[in-house]
């Protein structure tokens, strides 16, 4: 046996020759260029011997065949030149590419993640064993990074499974498990689980070898691929529309390789290669790419740290094991989406409700949301009976509080709350740790009068639960720092990202996202047509407008959540009163069929679509205010959102720039291909933003510059450089 740090090289009697992955320190196996090089050495060693029968690629890593190519390593050459990308594809392609020219069958023997540059690796192999474990994802996510395969898979993928799948493969960037791969075309062989692939590969290497057929697979792989043109130009139209209406034209990759797979398709192999490296190349470096690799680093810090925490705890620690039973107040559709969070994650919930009617309600939602199948659209009746086991109703105080974690999602008033909370804490246990779910009321307001304000925080889902992965884990003035790393923990075994904020008004993504919504109606009262306003925001990038935003989150949430930071900034907050007007008119939003829109009709399982409403404009006429400047929309909508997170910063509510930057894409859909709200402003550079500013010193305080924007622009630096939350660790600035 020959070894290296992360692989090691055996060759069996019988002339079987496995390489197996086992990255050093690592729970994964990345192909960085040292990898690259030791399965280089592995080739060449083989190379000089005779007698070998086959090759195959295993991984000593549970549930990790090959998680790509490594990502830091790339970024340190987001910096080179065409020329130099290219060089790093071709030679990606021509090592790789020796797996399907050698002497020997080759068999990528795969058990769990297979995506990016293992995927390539794999494609590469004459065949493909996979593990039916359910960790067993096929795939290339390349286009979620602002790329596409670069080392051959664009090329050797279409001539495997057919043009059209390797398109939506591709172009799609989402995985398939072992079943789907199978039927693709992408494994010849499934087993059951890890224990078996090397028999697997035995028997398939014994048997290729004696049949022939791998090598007329690999000439017809060759080969260009025939297909009718009349057929090929009805993909290309009908993926192209689909492409774009998917990213509105904001994300290059996926369309750029729709177009080089369709030409490439003409070509044979070694000049489809060469196609993929030549237009690889503009890409790899490019603003986009560079946006969504800072999301990428953003998201994989969040798994390694708790976001914005003092501390994280081992995960030997009693707070890691903690969260066995989980009790909801309020059976609402918030309470409803925790607790099926949990359900799902089978974790036992007993919820509560003042009515009983809501109650009973709210338990049927929970099971028939935690067994909905998406691939049925339908309840799995088994799932639901073995998943109504998990949730129960409370009906005392008492036994709500023999839960581990309290969450309190009843109606948004102090009071109330404060009644809740005083009457439930003499029965909570001496580690039971209480939550709000509020959305407004400062934390450390509702911790006045509890015995162990320690053991209480702020645990802010989104709406809807199911869809969106964020929570921010809110700490209050009194608040333990174990409290808080036990929460960030609770947050991720339900599959949810948090992100530790202090408390303060509207917390942190709430406080950023109103004055982006107030600004977007000062402007409809000032007479900017709303169409012009919905326009400027999705052209930048955002999921939906934000006057659809008022009608889906209801203006009179809206109205509510404006107030609180009224109250709390009146030197910079300038109430848009056209809201107000729609919420005395009766005009809710979506939730009531009228808003700044009208919603006439809506379709079972689609959001009701808006229709232009004249009693609205005749209120929003009524509210006329005068222009005062004549500033770019997007200005006006973004600038007041990138201010008052510098405030957020500057005040303390979030600790690091990356902290805004990872809450706001996941709890607003901040558009990734901007890289997040502060390094989009990098982008443009803080002195330029001072520019920007000035025709809008008008407008007063909400747009003056703020301390931290001016220290940057001083400094000549970037937002992403303050970074002060990772104790002194370099971190990768894009």
Known sequence: ??????????????????????????????????????????????????????????????????????????????????????????????????????????????????????????????????????????????????????????????????LSNAVELVTGGESVGAHEAAKLGLAEDLVSDAEGLIDAARRMVAAESDSGDYLADRKAWSDPITIDPTELGFLGATASAYIQGQTGGHYPAPLAALELMLEASQVD?????????????????????????????????????????????????????????????????????????????????????????????????????????????????????????????????????????????????????????????????????????????????????????????????????????????????????????????????????????????????????????????????????????????????MPMGPITLYDVVGLDTCLHAGGVMLEAFPDRVVPATIVERLVEAGRLGQKNGRGFFDYPSAKPGKPPKGVPSDEAAKLIDEDRRRAEVDAPIVDRLMLPMLLEATRAVEDGVAADVRDVDLALILGIGFPPHKGGLFHWADTIGAAAILERLKPLEPLGERFRPTALLTQVAADGGKFYDLSHSTGGEKETIL
């Open 269 to 541: 192999l070694e000049a489809a290669c060469e196609m993929e490296s030549q237009r690889f190349a503009p890409l790899f470096g490019s603003p986009v790419n560079r946006s969504l690799l800072n999301v990428f680093f953003l998201q994989d810090r969040a798994k390694k740290t708790d976001v914005g925490s003092r501390q994280s705890p081992d995960e030997s620690s009693e707070h890691w094991q903690h969260a066995r039973r989980v009790s909801v107040i309020g059976a609402g559709i918030m309470g409803q989406g925790i607790a099926a969070a949990n359900v799902k994650r089978g974790i036992a919930v007993s919820m509560s409700d003042m009515r009983e009617e809501s109650l009973l309600a709210g338990i049927s939602g929970v099971v028939r949301e935690a067994s909905y199948n998406k691939q049925t659209k339908s309840v799995d009746a088994e799932l639901a009976i073995e998943r109504s086991a998990l949730v129960d109703a409370a009906l005392s105080d008492a036994e709500l509080g023999w839960a581990d974690i309290v969450i309190e999602a009843v109606v948004e008033n102090l009071e109330v709350k404060h009644q809740l909370f005083e009457r439930l804490e003499r029965h909570l246990g001496e580690r039971t740790i209480l939550c709000s779910n509020t959305s407004t009321i400062p934390i450390s307001q509702l911790a006045e009068g509890l015995a162990h304000p320690d053991r209480f925080c702020g645990l802010h889902f989104f709406n809807p639960v199911r869809k969106m992965p964020l929570v921010e884990v809110i700490r209050g003035k009194r608040t333990s720092e174990a409290t808080i790393a036990a929460m960030a923990y609770y947050a991720r075994r339900l599959g949810k990202t948090p992100v530790i904020v202090n408390d303060g008004p509207g917390f942190l993504v709430n406080r950023l996202l109103l004055p982006y919504m107030n600004e977007a109606a000062l402007l409809v009262s000032e007479g900017v047509p709303i169409k012009d306003v919905e326009r400027a925001a999705k052209d930048f990038g």
């Open 1 to 162: 046996m020959s070894g290296s740090s992360h692989t090691s090289l055996a060759v069996h009697d019988d002339g079987l020759a496995v390489i197996t992955l086992d990255r050093q320190g690592s729970s994964a196996n990345l192909l960085s260029s040292g990898v690259l090089d030791e399965i280089e050495g592995h080739l060449n060693a083989l190379d000089k011997r005779s007698g070998v029968s086959g090759l195959v690629f295993v991984s000593a890593k549970s549930g990790i065949f090959i998680a790509g190519a490594d990502l830091t390593e790339f970024a340190a050459g987001l910096d080179q030149s065409d020329e130099e990308v290219q060089r790093v594809s071709q030679r990606g392609q021509q090592l790789l590419g020796r797996l399907a020219t050698c002497g020997y069958v080759t068999v990528a023997a795969i058990d769990g993640i297979c995506v990016g540059g293992g995927a390539e690796l794999a494609v590469w192999c004459d065949r493909r064993i996979l593990t039916t474990s359910s960790k067993t994802q096929f795939g290339f996510p390349e286009v979620k990074l602002g790329l596409f395969p670069g080392w051959g898979g664009t090329a050797r993928t279409p001539r495997m499974i057919g």
